[in-house]
């Protein structure tokens, strides 16, 4: 196990710098609208090629950046009946969900969009909209982002394994913690506007 564990934070550590450097993309995609936003009033001109330059931008936060939000654990879940579970619980929901459910999702995803970017790069797919991107690099996203997705499913149940077995600490007894904090700071708040309100 302590050898899988060692593969997991390899994996944690690689999606993790992945995630941060591209994120940083959100910024370059507001300046390209920004700019284009700014450009098409003052000199009523307008690119194509900018418009789908930042659908790209977002599109590869969204996507390569799913792998390290799940690592996070920001994915959406629904946390009002996740928190009142005993961690048990929990780590069980985690480690089905994530065998059953994204692991299958994740592969059957990759072998489908295979094809879907091969036939696009082949043809040399290009944009219908005049000055527009070529196609194909978009269309590699999801291939991409489903590898990364599922080197990061491996590490997840790797974890989920190791963490049901009593080897390393429970990663949810920390969201309770913070769950909890969040309440008392809620009603806190809730207590100070009602005696300002007073």
């Known amino acids: 196990m302590q050898a899988l564990l060692g593969l997991s934070r390899k994996i944690d550590a690689f999606n993790t710098l992945v995630g941060r450097w591209l994120s940083w993309l959100i910024v370059v995609a507001v300046v390209i609208s920004s700019a284009n936003a700014i450009i098409r009033k003052i000199f009523d001109m307008s690119s194509n090629s900018f418009l789908e330059l930042q659908w ?9 950046c799913s792998p390290w939000t799940l690592l ?13 579970l005993p961690l ?20 059957i995803l990759l072998w489908w969009s295979i094809p879907f970017f091969l036939v696009s790069y ?8 005049a000055g527009g991107l070529p196609q194909w690099p978009a269309k590699s996203l999801i291939m991409i982002a489903c590898v990364l997705l599922i080197i990061q ?15 390393i600490p429970d990663s949810n007894a920390g969201a309770v913690s913070a769950h909890h904090a969040a309440e008392l700071e809620a009603e806190r708040l809730v207590m100070q ?6």
């Open 56 to 64: 790209v931008l977002f599109s590869i936060v969204f996507l390569l």
């Open 72 to 84: 996070s654990n920001e994915h959406i879940r629904i946390d009002i009946i996740n928190h009142s």
């Open 88 to 107: 048990k619980v929990r780590g069980w929901i985690d480690m089905i969900g994530h065998v059953f459910f994204l692991m299958p999702f994740a592969i």
């Open 122 to 129: 082949n043809q040399n797919e290009q944009s219908f909209s």
């Open 153 to 167: 499913g491996i590490s997840e149940i790797i974890k989920r394994a190791a963490m049901l077995a009593g080897i």
């Open 193 to 198: 506007i009602s005696s300002e309100k007073k």
